[in-house]
C-alpha cells in the first residue's frame, strides 16, 4: 500500500497491490494476504458506516471555505439553531464581541436607563413599590393627599443600583472595546499581502498570520509554521490557568504539500460550535485529500503563542462562537438558604398585612354605616358642601361616605394597603447585598487565609481568598455536608518519584508519614528514614533513596541499570525508557536552564525518574522524540500517541524504533490495566505478577499514588491494517471520539508487565487539623478520590477523616471486597464480590449488604448506649459517642446510581444515603469526575435541607463544586479551571477552616440579624396605625408625620445596622478556631429559623401597641398647649415616632455582642438626625412648606420638650419594650448560656468559672466535649457545676 492510498481512502487498490506483491514474494504468504484484503474490507465498510447525506452534514457539521468569506457565509446560514448551552446558530461570522448589556456610543446612550430600568422593575419588590406609588396618587384612597411620597425612596434604590450596574457594564465595555481593537494579520492567499486588521474585522474562513507572543485572536487551524517540523507551542493561561506550553502542530501530510493546503476555496469540515476545551473533531480537505485534524491542530482564541516565530491558520470559530466565549456562559443560579427563607417569610408577612387590611376594611364598612355614625355630617361632612338641603332622614345621599358599601370596602383596603406600605422593607434586599459586598471584602483581606509560595523559576505566586458569589456568604456557616478531592486538595499536588517495582523486584528504601502512621497503628516496625548518600545526584521531583553500595542484603537500582551485564539490566532500561517515551511532558527554557513542563504533575515526575537514571528526555519534533540513553542521543518515531483521559484512565505511545521495531508502552491505573495485560505464563510469570501485586499493596499502605506500566512488540502485519483503522476513526464526522477509544482498544491488549511505579503526594499543612476541626463542628466530611482502597483509607487516617476509634464499615465491590476486614472495620458481612462482567455488584445483593451495614452501625450505638446507661447509673463520666466511618468504592457506588437511575429499586439510593447520614466520615475511592458530581447531586437532592459544599483544585472537580450548594476552588497546579467555576478560591484546604468557621458563621448571625432587625422595625413602624384605627373607626387617617415616616429606613435607622451586620462578633476568631463546636449553632439553624423570625415579628408588634397606646393615654383627650392650639392628631403622631425611633436604635443595642464605640456613635446620630428633623419642621418658618411638607407639626417640640409627662412617656415606654428582652437575655446568659456565652467568657479570661489572672497560660485547661446535642449538655453541665460551664464546650 502507498501513502496516497490511505489519504484517498483507496483500500481496495491497496488490497490488491499487497497480494500482489506478497504472491510473487513467496506463494506461502498469500494467506496472510488474503488475512490483510479481509481486513481493509472491513475498513471499507467502516468507512461507509461514517458516511452521511448533505442534508443531515449541514445539521451536524461545520464548513468553512478557505479565504472566501461569500462561500463561507452561505455555509453558516444552513446551520441549524442550537440550543446549547450555550445557544447559538446559525453560524455567526463576524469576530466581533460584545459582553456588555447595554451599547455604549454617543447615539444610543439615553437608552441604557429605560433598558436597565425595564430589568431592575422584572423584580417584585421594585414593581410592588411602584405599585404603591400608583395607589399614592389615586385621591380617593391616598393617604397622603395624592402625592407618591414613596417615590423618593424608591427612586434612590433605583439610582444606586443604576449606577452599579451602569459602572459594572462600563466596564465590560471597556474591556470588550480594547479586545476588539486587538491588531492581528490577514492573509490574502490570492496576492499573498499581510495586513493589519482588527480582531472584530475577521471573519470565518480567513487566514491569519500570529506572530510569537501575540494571542490568538479567534479560533483557528494551523496550516503553517516558521518551525521546520511544523511544531509550535502555545499558553493556555486565559482558558484554563495552567502556565505550563503546550504543543500544537500542522498535520503531518499537510505539512509536505503547503501549496494544496493554502490555497483558495479548499475547506474545512469540523464540528459545530462547543464548549469543550479539550477536544476537537475535523477534516481539512484540499482537492486530493482528507487529512484529519484534532484538539493538537487546533489554536483557541485568548490562549498566547510561545517559542515559535510565526503560525499560519484558517479561522473555523469567531466571536461569541469561540471556545473561550462559550465557556463564559453563566454559571448555575445559587441561591443561599437564607435568600429562600426570606422569600418565604416576604410571602407570609404580604399575607399578614393583607390579613391587616381586610379586618380593617371590614370594620370600617360596619362601623361607619351604622345610623348613629353615617348620618354624623361632623365626621363626614355635607356632600357637595350642601347645608342648605340637609335631611337628616335621607341623610345617607347629603354625606360624602355614600350608599355603595362595596366601594367603600375597596377604598378602605387600599387605604389602609398604603398605611402598610413598609410591612415589607423597602431596602432589604439593597441593604443585604451592601453588608454582603462589605463582608466579602473583609475575607478577602483576611491574612490568614492568604497564600504565597515561589514556584520552580522562582517567581512568587500570591493566592489571597476571593469570593467570587457575595449571594452565599452566610452560607458558609451551616454547611451540613462536605466533599473534598483528594489530590491537590488535601495534598499538595506536588509529585515526588520514591519506589518502582520492575519485574517482581521492589527499588527504593524510607517511607512515607502516611508509611509510618499505617505502620504505627498495626503494630508493625517502622522503617528508619533514610538520608541521602553522600554524592546521591540531585534531580527535580525525585525522592529516590537507594541502599548503601555495601549493603548487599537489599536491590540497588543505580547497580542494575549502570551495569549492562546484569540479567535485570534490559528490564530496568525498558522500564525507564518507556517512562521517557509515554508523556506529552514539554521541555521549556528559562534563565539557562530547562524544566519540564506538564499540565499533569504525575507525568513530570514520572520523566524526571527517568532522567535521574540517566534515560533524559529532550526533545520533540513533530513525530521524533530524541532521548539520551546513558549520554547518547537516540531517537524514536511517535507513530501515535494515545492519549490519557479519565474515561481510558491510561495512556500508551507506539513508537518505531531505529531497527524499525514497532513497540507500544502503556501506563496507568491498576485496575485498568491489569485486565489488558497478557494471559500467557511466559510473558507475564505469575511469580512476577504476584510479587508486583505485593508491591503495590506495600505502596498503598504508604499512601503512595501507582501505576502499572506494559509494553508490547507490535507485528507490522497486526500495525498497518490497525493504523488505516486508526485513521478512519480520527477523520469520522460523526462519533469521532468513541471510535477512536474502540480502536485504541484494540491495540492495547497482550501487554507484558513491566512494573509499578510510587509516587509520592504528601498532605498539605493544617489538612488534619482543618479536617478534625469540622468534625468537631458536627460537618460531615466526605474524601472523593481515584485513589485505591487502601490508599485512600490510609490518607484518610493521615488527614484525620478517621481514626481507630471508629468503626469502618465497608461497602466495596469486586477485588478489594475480598480483603475482607481492615484495621478494625466490619467486614463484608454479604459480601460483594458477586458482580457483573463490569464488577457492578448486584441490586439485591447490594440492597442487603447495605442493610446488614446499617444493622452494624445501630448494633454499635446501642451497646455503648447499655454502656452508658450503667456508667450513669453509676455516676461515671459517660464515654462519648462512638462514631463511624464508611468506606465505599466505584463498583458499590455504579450499583446504587444504577439501581436509582433506571428504577429499578429506588430503597437501594435510600439505604445509602440513610447509611451515609448516620456515618461521620465517607470515602469514595476510584471514583471518576462525573461520579462525584453524580454523589454531590444525589446528597443534595435526598436531603434538601442539609447544605452541601464541594472543594477541589482542577477541571474534573468543575462538575462537582458547580452541583454544590457552596463550591470552593483552591488556586492549584493544575489551572485555574475549578477556581473559576466556584464561589469561593483560597490558597489551601487549611483555609476552610477560617472561611467557614470563623466568616461563615459571623455572616450568618450578621445576616440573621439583619433580616429579622429590619422586618421587626417595620413592624414597629406601621402596626401603631392599626391601633389607631381602633380609635378612629378605622377612617384610614394616617397619623404620621410623612417626611420622617418615608426616611425612617432610608435615614434614621439605616447606619446603625449596616455597622452591626457587617463588624459585629458574637465570639472572636481566636475562641472560634480553638473551640470548632460552636460552628454547631449554624447547623442547628440557631440564628434564623421560622420560629426566630416570628419571635422578632411579634416583638415589634407589642412595641408598637406600647408606643401608640402609652402616647394616648399619656396626652388623653384635651390636651393644650399654651397658645392655645391643640396638639391635635399630628402632634400625637410625632410623638409615637419619637418612641418608634428610639426604641428601634436602643433595640439594636441589646444584640450587639462587640462593641467598638462606633455602634454607639451611629446610634446616638441617628437619634440625633431625627430629633433634627423635628426641630426644623417644629420651627417657626416656611421651610417645610417650601420643600414640599405641611407644617402640621408646628410648635409641637417645644411644648411637648419642656412638659415632664413626655419624658416620663419615653422612659415608661423604653422600659415596657427593653427591659423585658434585657432580662431573658441577662437570665438565660447567667443560667442557659449558649455555646457562644461560654466562648466570651473564656475569651475575657474565666476558664470554668475561675477568673484567670493576667498572663496565665489558658492552653490545655478547659476539657472540650464534643457532642451532637451541645445546647443540652451544657444546660445539665450548668446545673450541676457552675464551674464546668467551658467545659460543655
Known amino acids: 500500500r502507498e501513502p496516497g492510498d490511505r489519504d484517498r481512502g483507496d483500500f481496495r487498490g491497496a488490497a490488491r497491490l499487497r497480494m500482489v506483491q506478497n504472491t510473487q514474494g513467496d506463494e506461502g504468504s498469500c494467506a496472510t494476504a488474503a488475512g490483510e484484503a479481509r481486513r481493509i474490507m472491513e475498513m471499507m465498510t467502516f468507512r461507509k458506516k461514517q458516511t452521511v447525506d448533505a442534508a443531515t452534514l449541514a445539521q451536524t457539521v461545520r464548513t468553512v471555505v478557505v479565504d472566501d468569506r461569500v462561500a463561507s457565509r452561505a455555509k453558516l446560514k444552513e446551520e441549524p439553531f442550537r440550543d446549547g448551552p450555550p445557544s447559538t446558530g446559525p453560524g455567526l461570522p463576524k469576530n466581533k464581541v460584545t459582553t456588555s448589556l447595554y451599547t455604549w456610543n454617543i447615539f444610543q446612550i439615553w437608552a441604557i436607563i429605560p433598558l436597565d430600568l425595564w430589568r431592575q422593575f422584572h423584580r417584585a419588590a421594585n414593581v410592588y413599590f411602584l405599585i404603591i406609588i400608583v395607589l399614592q396618587m389615586i385621591n380617593k384612597i391616598s393617604i397622603t393627599g395624592g402625592l407618591p411620597t414613596v417615590a423618593p425612596p424608591l427612586a434612590l434604590i433605583l439610582t444606586v443600583t443604576f449606577c452599579k450596574d451602569a459602572y459594572e457594564d462600563y466596564r465590560r465595555h471597556v474591556a470588550d472595546h480594547a479586545e476588539n481593537v486587538t491588531v492581528t494579520h490577514q492573509v490574502d492567499l490570492v496576492t499573498g499581502e499581510v495586513k493589519d486588521v482588527h480582531w472584530q474585522d475577521i471573519e470565518v474562513g480567513d487566514v491569519i498570520e500570529i506572530r510569537n507572543r501575540e494571542l490568538i485572536a479567534a479560533d483557528v487551524v494551523v496550516v503553517e509554521s516558521s518551525d521546520p517540523n511544523g511544531l509550535c507551542f502555545v499558553m493556555t493561561a486565559n482558558l484554563d490557568g495552567e502556565t505550563n506550553l503546550k504543543q500544537r502542530k500542522v498535520h503531518t501530510d499537510m505539512k509536505h504539500d503547503p501549496k494544496d493546503v493554502l490555497k483558495r476555496g479548499v475547506t474545512v469540515q469540523c464540528e459545530l460550535p462547543n464548549n469543550r476545551l479539550n477536544t476537537f473533531e475535523g477534516t481539512y480537505q484540499t482537492g486530493t485529500a482528507s487529512h484529519s485534524l484534532g484538539a493538537e491542530n487546533v489554536l483557541l482564541r485568548g490562549t498566547q503563542l510561545r517559542n515559535t516565530e510565526s503560525i499560519k491558520g484558517v479561522v473555523i470559530y469567531t466571536g461569541a462562537e469561540s471556545k473561550i466565549q462559550m465557556n463564559n456562559a453563566a454559571p448555575p443560579v445559587k441561591m443561599s438558604s437564607m435568600t429562600k427563607l426570606c422569600n418565604v417569610e416576604t410571602l407570609w408577612i404580604i399575607t399578614l398585612q393583607a390579613t391587616f387590611c381586610l379586618v380593617a376594611a371590614a370594620s370600617a364598612v360596619t362601623l361607619n354605616y351604622r345610623d348613629d355614625v353615617k348620618c354624623n355630617m361632623y365626621i363626614w361632612g355635607p ?13 345617607i345621599q347629603h354625606t360624602s361616605i355614600g350608599e355603595d358599601k362595596v366601594a367603600y370596602f375597596f377604598i378602605k383596603f387600599f387605604n389602609y394597603v398604603l398605611i402598610f406600605t413598609n410591612f415589607v422593607p423597602i431596602a432589604h434586599v439593597l441593604t443585604l447585598d451592601i453588608v454582603k459586598l462589605m463582608q466579602s471584602s473583609f475575607m478577602e483581606n483576611d491574612l490568614k487565609m492568604y497564600h504565597e509560595f515561589k514556584d520552580l523559576f522562582g517567581v512568587t505566586q500570591e493566592f489571597p481568598m476571593v469570593a467570587r458569589t457575595l449571594e452565599l456568604s452566610e452560607e458558609l456557616g451551616m454547611v451540613d455536608y462536605v466533599f473534598s478531592d483528594k489530590t491537590g486538595t488535601l495534598t499538595c499536588n506536588v509529585m515526588e518519584f520514591r519506589k518502582c517495582s520492575i519485574q517482581g523486584i521492589s527499588y527504593g528504601l524510607g517511607t512515607t508519614e502516611i508509611g509510618r502512621a499505617y505502620r504505627e497503628r498495626n503494630n508493625m516496625p517502622v522503617e528508619a528514614e533514610v538520608p541521602p548518600l553522600p554524592g546521591d545526584k540531585q534531580t527535580p521531583n525525585v525522592n529516590f533513596r537507594d541502599p548503601d553500595p555495601s549493603d548487599r542484603s537489599r536491590p540497588s537500582l543505580s547497580k542494575v541499570i549502570s551495569d549492562p551485564g546484569n540479567p535485570r539490566h534490559q528490564g530496568v532500561h525498558d522500564f525507564f525508557l518507556s517512562l521517557s517515551l509515554n508523556h506529552e511532558v514539554l521541555p521549556e527554557k528559562r534563565d539557562g536552564q530547562t524544566f519540564l513542563s506538564a499540565s499533569n504533575p504525575d507525568e513530570a515526575a514520572l520523566v524526571y525518574a527517568a532522567q535521574h537514571f540517566d534515560r533524559r528526555f529532550h526533545e520533540r519534533k513533530m513525530d521524533d522524540v530524541r532521548v539520551s540513553v546513558e549520554g547518547v542521543e537516540q531517537s524514536f518515531t511517535v507513530l501515535h500517541n494515545l492519549e490519557f483521559s479519565s474515561k481510558r484512565a491510561r495512556s500508551s505511545v507506539i513508537v518505531r524504533y531505529a531497527d524499525g521495531t514497532i513497540m507500544i508502552f502503556t501506563k496507568g491505573a491498576d485496575n485498568v490495566v491489569k485486565k489488558r495485560l497478557s494471559a500467557d505464563t511466559h510473558v507475564n510469570p505469575p511469580d512476577v505478577y504476584q510479587a508486583t501485586m505485593a508491591h503495590l499493596d506495600e505502596y498503598v499502605n504508604d499512601g503512595l499514588r501507582t501505576l502499572l506500566v506494559g509494553q508490547r512488540k507490535i507485528p507490522d502485519a497486526e500495525y498497518e491494517p490497525w493504523a488505516a483503522k486508526m485513521h478512519a476513526a480520527e477523520i469520522a464526522l460523526v462519533n469521532r471520539e468513541e471510535e477512536r477509544y474502540a480502536v485504541m482498544d484494540e491495540i492495547e491488549l497482550g501487554l507484558e508487565l513491566m512494573g509499578a511505579t510510587a509516587i509520592e503526594d504528601k498532605l498539605q499543612g493544617g489538612v488534619g487539623d482543618t479536617i478534625a476541626a469540622l468534625r468537631d463542628g458536627g460537618v460531615k466530611v466526605w474524601m472523593l478520590t481515584g485513589d485505591k482502597v487502601g490508599t485512600a483509607v490510609n490518607i484518610g487516617y493521615s488527614c484525620q477523616l478517621i481514626n481507630l476509634e471508629m468503626n469502618m464499615l465497608r461497602c466495596v465491590a469486586g477485588e478489594d471486597a475480598e480483603k475482607g476486614v481492615q484495621e478494625g472495620g466490619v467486614a463484608d458481612t454479604v459480601g460483594l464480590t458477586d458482580v457483573d462482567k463490569n464488577g457492578v455488584p448486584m441490586t439485591d445483593v447490594l440492597k442487603a449488604h447495605l442493610d ?54 429506588s430503597e437501594v439510593g435510600q439505604l445509602f444515603l440513610k447509611l451515609a447520614s448516620r456515618v461521620k466520615s465517607v470515602i469514595c475511592a476510584r471514583v471518576s469526575p462525573k461520579q462525584k458530581s453524580k454523589i454531590v447531586a444525589m446528597v443534595k437532592e435526598s436531603l434538601p435541607l442539609k447544605v452541601t459544599l464541594s472543594i477541589g483544585d482542577g477541571a474534573n472537580d468543575v462538575p462537582m463544586i458547580q452541583t454544590a450548594h457552596i463550591g470552593v476552588g483552591i488556586f492549584g497546579l493544575e489551572g485555574q479551571q475549578a477556581v473559576n467555576s466556584a464561589d469561593f478560591a483560597i490558597g489551601q484546604f487549611r483555609f476552610l477552616k477560617p472561611l467557614m468557621l470563623v466568616h461563615g458563621r459571623w455572616n450568618l448571625r450578621r445576616c440573621s440579624l439583619l433580616t429579622c432587625y429590619l422586618f421587626y422595625k417595620n413592624a414597629l413602624l406601621v402596626l401603631p396605625q392599626f391601633f389607631l384605627g381602633v380609635r378612629s373607626l378605622f377612617s384610614g387617617m394616617f397619623t404620621w408625620y410623612d417626611l420622617v415616616y418615608q426616611w425612617f429606613n432610608a435615614v434614621y435607622t439605616a447606619l446603625p445596622i449596616l455597622f452591626v451586620a457587617t463588624f459585629d462578633q458574637d465570639v472572636n476568631a481566636d475562641i472560634v478556631m480553638k473551640y470548632p463546636s460552636l460552628y454547631k449553632d449554624g447547623l442547628e439553624r440557631k440564628f434564623m429559623t421560622h420560629g426566630s423570625f416570628w419571635r422578632w415579628m411579634f416583638e415589634g408588634i407589642m412595641h408598637g401597641v406600647v408606643c401608640y397606646f402609652f402616647v394616648e393615654i399619656a396626652m388623653g383627650e384635651d390636651v393644650v398647649q399654651s397658645n392655645g392650639k391643640a396638639i391635635g392628631l399630628f402632634g400625637a403622631g410625632i410623638v409615637m415616632l419619637w418612641l418608634v425611633d428610639l426604641v428601634a436604635n436602643l433595640r439594636l443595642g441589646l444584640e450587639i455582642l462587640y462593641w467598638t464605640g462606633y455602634e454607639a456613635a451611629f446610634i446616638t446620630v441617628s437619634i440625633l438626625v431625627f430629633y433634627v428633623t423635628w426641630s426644623v419642621a417644629s420651627s417657626d418658618n416656611d421651610f417645610m412648606v417650601s420643600v414640599g411638607y405641611p407644617n402640621i407639626v408646628y410648635g409641637t417640640m417645644g411644648w411637648m420638650m419642656n412638659g415632664s409627662w413626655f419624658w416620663f412617656t419615653t422612659f415608661l415606654a423604653l422600659t415596657f419594650c427593653l427591659m423585658p428582652m434585657y432580662t431573658i437575655y441577662v437570665v438565660k446568659r447567667s443560667f442557659l448560656p449558649s455555646r457562644a456565652d461560654i466562648g466570651r467568657e473564656i475569651a475575657s479570661g474565666w476558664i470554668n468559672g475561675v477568673k484567670q489572672s493576667e498572663g496565665s497560660k489558658t492552653n490545655g485547661e478547659t476539657r472540650v466535649l464534643n457532642t451532637d446535642d451541645g445546647h443540652i449538655e451544657l444546660q445539665d453541665v450548668y446545673a450541676q457545676s457552675p464551674a464546668g460551664r467551658s467545659s460543655a464546650l
Do not use: Y
Not at 387 to 394: G, K, P, S, V
Open 383 to 395: 356632600k357637595d358642601n350642601d347645608l342648605a338641603n340637609w335631611d337628616r332622614a335621607n341623610c
Open 852 to 905: 446488614s451495614l446499617i444493622h452494624a452501625h445501630d448494633a454499635f450505638q446501642q451497646e455503648q448506649e447499655r454502656v452508658n446507661e450503667t456508667r450513669r447509673r453509676d455516676q461515671v463520666p459517660l464515654l462519648p459517642p462512638k462514631e463511624s466511618c464508611l468506606v465505599v468504592d466505584t463498583n458499590a457506588l455504579r450499583g446504587v446510581e444504577e439501581a436509582m437511575e433506571s428504577g429499578k429499586d
